[in-house]
């Protein structure tokens, strides 16, 4: 199933780079999600797209930098990260039930190491 | 605050038993969500239950959503290793459903 595609599946990076995080769904879905996920902890919700507006974001820092150009891209631009950064990164899509329920589709994640 | 908790917390089995894991909240949702998640990939979508009192069955895995839409269980029956896995709930909440709440998984271990 590559329904959800992330890239790049790793990354290693140094507090003063930059870099981005790219999702990309192939479901027609209208709705797109960042999620972190750290050891021994839940799901954390960042930041939450709906037909390319941000929606939420949860408190986020400013080092993270959500953009959506449209409703099949999605991306995470780093800067000045902390080494408690570090976690996987999920990009989730979703779509609308007939119930009115919305069900979330996940990407592989990117594993983000910051030393 | 946990909205959802999941219990166990840790299950490590033989091959062959059963086992019944559990979703737990003092919420109501409008929707829960099965997920199982294998190390360094993403969530796997298992099933979605809307309404109180359901029951689908996938295979192998049993899933109930609470009469009260409350909780929810997932009973695997005669478990594989291929089941070892993070098993995770999400709900939706009414008003917010576009967004889903999380547990923090129950860690499936099955042994050959």
């Known amino acids: 199933e590559t329904g959800v595609t992330q890239t790049p599946r790793h990354l290693v990076m140094g507090m003063t780079n930059k870099k981005s995080l790219k999702c990309e769904q192939h479901?027609?879905?209208?709705?797109m999600y960042w999620y972190k996920q750290s050891a021994k902890k839940p799901l954390e919700l960042m930041f939450v797209y709906n037909f390319k507006e941000q929606t939420e974001n949860n408190s986020v820092p400013s080092r993270f930098s959500p953009e959506c150009p449209n409703s099949s891209h999605l991306f995470l631009h780093l800067h000045t990260l902390q080494p408690e950064d570090s976690a996987l990164y999920l990009c989730?899509?979703?779509?609308?039930?007939?119930?009115?329920?919305?069900?979330?589709?996940f990407g592989p994640g990117t594993r983000l190491t910051v030393t | 605050t946990q909205l959802l908790e999941q219990s166990p917390q840790f299950l490590s089995i033989q091959e062959g038993e059963n086992l019944t894991v559990y979703c737990n909240s003092s919420s109501v949702f409008s929707s829960l969500q099965w997920y199982r998640q294998e190390p360094g990939e993403g969530p796997v979508l298992l099933v979605t239950?809307?309404?109180?009192?359901e029951v689908k069955k996938l295979k192998r895995l049993t899933f109930q959503f609470g009469d009260a839409r409350k909780d929810s269980s997932l009973h695997i029956t005669a478990a594989q290793p291929g089941d070892t896995g993070l098993y995770l709930c999400a709900g939706g909440l009414s008003g917010s459903a576009r967004q889903l709440t999380f547990g923090s998984g129950t860690q499936l271990t099955v042994l050959p």
């Open positions: 989730a899509s979703s779509h609308k039930l007939s119930s009115g329920s919305y069900e979330q589709y």
């Open positions: 479901l027609g879905h209208n709705a």
């Open positions: 239950v809307v309404t109180g009192g």
